[in-house]
């Protein structure tokens, strides 16, 4: 039973572990370049958990279309393609004109455009949780641990799978194309950059575009995990996205992963064994343990001071 319990619980972290870690790419993505940390992002994954909530119910109601696998990929391709559009009119209105500024001047500009995306969601579809049929219903009973069955979602395997795939591909992004390059080219040094040739708003727009692009799988699988979303659904996971970013070493791309499958771990297991209304302390207060011995995170780099 004991056993049971346990893994269970191991899976149900890692895919709520895998959310977080997809919007915590967007964040260490952002900061990794410019130095900013677009508090914007949470509610950007808010926003594409609408579109995908809008999207599927015109699919499946107004259309027809029968196949929830057909609905889904349409769902997320549909989500992707306004969600980076969000995010690069986003960068170009409310970042971009406020990069020489002082460093406070962004910050404020995303706190901004955060109040901004949840008040007008909530003037726009409204204060009440919106839900969706239940999807992918069917389970995988993995074994039977004294009475309690063991069990794989389909749509946790989804969700786990998709994060895999997508980081696989944008690492190969990362490393091994020209648009990887510019940006780790613009991570160490902007100003050399372009005086290299590299285009620095051409390379951290696409950024903005390709995080915004993640926020939008994660509010859809966050919308095929739990079947509901409202506009407060920005903040809170926004938040602990950023804790898994700064867990995981703020600028790595594997740590934020890493950061967020170990506070989806925590807050599971959390939940599970002690008293859930404490599940978020216990996540911010591994966070800070972490960050006293390891400032850095735990695969990010010293930071190094230019001279």
Not at 16 to 39: D, E, H, P, R
Not at 111 to 128: D, K, P, T
Not at 295 to 303: A, K
Request: net charge neutral.
């Amino acid at each position: 039973m004991e056993l049971g319990v346990f893994v269970q619980q191991l899976i149900n972290g890692l895919t709520l572990g895998s959310i977080y870690g997809l919007i915590a790419i967007g964040y260490t993505m952002v900061f990794g370049i410019i130095g900013m940390v677009n508090f914007a992002h949470g509610d950007v994954f808010m926003i594409s958990a609408f579109v995908a909530l809008i999207v599927f119910l015109l699919l499946t109601t107004v259309l027809g279309v029968g196949s929830v696998a057909l609905a889904l990929l349409i769902v997320l391709i549909v989500a992707m393609v306004l969600t980076s559009l969000w995010g690069w009119a986003t960068e170009r209105i409310a970042y971009r004109p406020l990069r020489g500024s002082f460093r406070l001047a962004p910050l404020i500009s995303a706190i901004g455009v955060s109040i901004f995306l949840a008040n007008f969601v909530q003037v726009a579809q409204g204060a009440r949780n919106k839900p969706i049929p239940p999807i992918a219903q069917n389970t995988i009973p993995l074994f039977d641990a004294g009475g309690y069955v063991v069990a794989l979602s389909y749509k946790q395997v989804i969700i786990m799978a998709t994060t895999a795939v997508l980081l696989a591909i944008f690492w190969y992004v990362v490393q091994r194309t020209p648009l990887g390059r510019a940006q780790r080219a613009c991570e160490q040094d902007r100003k050399m950059a372009a005086l290299l040739g590299v285009d620095v708003d051409r390379t951290i727009s696409l950024t903005f575009v390709i995080g915004a692009a993640l926020a939008a799988v994660a509010g859809t699988m966050y919308l095929l995990y739990y079947g509901v979303v409202s506009f407060t659904d920005g903040f809170v996971p926004g938040v602990k996205a950023f804790t898994a970013a700064v867990l995981g070493g703020i600028g790595s791309l594997p740590g934020a992963v890493l950061g967020g499958l170990i506070i989806g771990l925590i807050e599971t297991f959390w939940s599970a064994y002690f008293s859930i209304e404490y599940k978020d302390v216990a996540a911010f207060s591994i966070l800070a343990i972490v960050l006293i011995f390891m400032p850095s995170g735990l695969l990010g780099r010293p930071e190094v001071e230019k001279v």
